[in-house]
């Protein structure tokens, strides 16, 4: 009898492995997350924000948008409008903009998949392109409570059948109801190993969209200026146009890294004007900002973007500003005297130069150094970090970019390896109730001995 039961468990145990392997799906891409928010950085109406999309449970169903403010703002109204793309349906609604307990628009969804959130703040307006998630029920989940269920019923059916005296088949419903509980505890013991559902909603995997395994090729950044030759001190936009250099269209495929499409970092030559920006999507394959440069000259931009399925780029290019050079400043004991520590622009600049403490003293080319700088209480993170570090060699040929390491305490920490010897012109930023906040400093880095 013990044998019988036996050879009638095996076929239900081998079921339930062929169901465990082949319920497995796909891993789905590292930016679609059902039931995770989104986070978009945008630097609209001359403030700095952050749009937080809640996601969503079910649909049809609520949708939630608020604005963030890491700047001082007057209750900034932005307006919201969110179309599906699949059916083009609309809704409209109003966020107000605050630092602290920002205000969320209640917007309804009526299905998943891709969207478009309209913003429009003062006079200018952005298209940010999601996705409407919906977490969908896991293969797991159906074999751990159809494993139970039918468990129940023949393990019924088998003390019925016992009560009415027919014996073999009552064990041989026992049997059926153990491996029922079998599948059950076999799928709870390995389903943390076993990949998520992909959600409802989400965008095709990269195989299916007809991009390589290789990824997709590296945009190609036209950057320019509207109107072509800015005057100093006079506002202008800042247009970065994306192209796929393998089929000349309109790159309209980035992932948000870091909470922003793209991060814009616009420097001086000599290293006194410093923007860490976070530009519109004004168009497919276009991205604007708007800024003012303080006197002419010649800057350098650096903007970081990712596409789907890709790895992420840096893109560099100059813009010129024309106008008259500002009468020079009278040098004074506590004037700043290095380009670096002269209180660089950008949103919520320190004003004043950092002094940061870096082991070794003086970095060596090729090693890890260690840098670190004080900060006040109430530290709040930005960009999904507790700081930024932003790096150009003085020259401008080198740009590089980490994040805090998680030091504790008031203070920020990083890890930074030099790549040759020089002088570097850095940034450190990080975000208070009060604003963002960034620190200039300069480092001189040694040649290692092996180079010299």
């Known amino acids: 009898m013990i044998r019988r039961l036996r050879a009638a468990a095996m076929p239900v145990l081998c079921l339930v492995a062929v169901l465990v392997v082949g319920a497995a799906v796909p891993a789905a891409a590292h930016n679609v997350t059902a039931g995770a928010d989104l986070r978009i950085a945008q630097t609209i109406a001359g403030a700095e924000v952050t749009v937080v999309i809640k996601g969503t449970p079910r649909v049809p169903g609520p949708l939630r948008i608020g604005v963030i403010a890491y700047q001082p703002v007057a209750a ?10 699949e059916d083009g349906r609309t809704v409209a609604g109003t966020a107000r903009a605050a630092a602290r307990d920002p205000q969320y628009a209640r917007l309804q969804v009526e299905r998943t998949g891709p969207h478009e959130l309209k913003l429009s703040a003062g006079n200018e307006v952005a298209v940010i392109p999601f996705r409407v998630l919906v977490e969908r029920g896991s293969a797991g989940d159906f074999l751990i409570y159809g494993g139970l269920f039918v468990a129940g019923l023949l393990l019924a059916g088998g003390l019925l059948t016992g009560a009415l005296a027919r014996r073999g088949a009552a064990m041989l419903l026992a049997a059926g109801a153990a491996a029922g509980v079998t599948v059950a505890a076999v799928v709870i013991v390995f389903e943390p190993w076993m990949p998520p559902p992909v959600p409802e909603g989400a965008a095709p995997e990269a195989s299916e969209a007809g991009v390589a395994t290789g990824g997709r090729p590296y945009a190609q950044a036209r950057v320019a200026t509207v109107p072509a030759r800015p ?18 269209r309109p790159v309209d495929d980035l992932t948000v890294h870091h909470e922003a499409l793209a991060h814009v970092v616009v420097t001086s030559e000599d290293g006194r004007y410093f923007r860490h920006l976070h530009p519109l999507r004004t168009a497919p394959g276009r991205l604007e900002v708007r800024m003012r440069a303080d006197r002419p000259g010649r800057y350098l931009t650096h903007t ?16 010129t500003v024309g106008g008259e050079a500002p009468a020079p400043e009278v040098a004074t004991d506590s004037a700043a005297k290095d380009p670096a520590e002269a209180g660089a622009g950008g949103v919520g600049a320190g004003g004043m130069g950092a002094v940061p403490r870096l082991r070794p003293e003086i970095p ?12 006040p ?18 020259d401008g040929a080198f740009f590089g970019h980490v994040h805090e390491m998680g030091a504790p305490g008031s203070r920020l920490r990083f890890t930074f390896s030099f790549p040759q010897a020089g002088r570097y012109l850095a940034w450190a930023q990080y975000a208070t109730g009060e604003g963002v906040v960034t620190m200039p400093f300069a480092v001189d880095v040694t040649a290692s001995e092996a180079t010299r």
Do not use: K, Y
């Open 377 to 394: 209480a109430g530290v709040r993170p930005w960009l999904g970090m507790a700081g930024h570090l932003l790096i150009r060699s003085q």
């Open 76 to 85: 900034l109204p932005v307006g919201l409008e969110v179309r599906s793309v």
């Open 231 to 248: 005057e100093a001190g006079e506002e202008f936009t800042l247009r970065i146009d994306l192209v796929d250099g393998s089929t000349g």
């Open 304 to 319: 970081e973007l990712e596409r789907e399925n890709s790895g992420g780029q840096l893109a560099a290019a100059t813009v």
């Open 364 to 375: 060596v080319a090729g090693r890890p150094a260690t840098i670190e700088l004080d900060t």
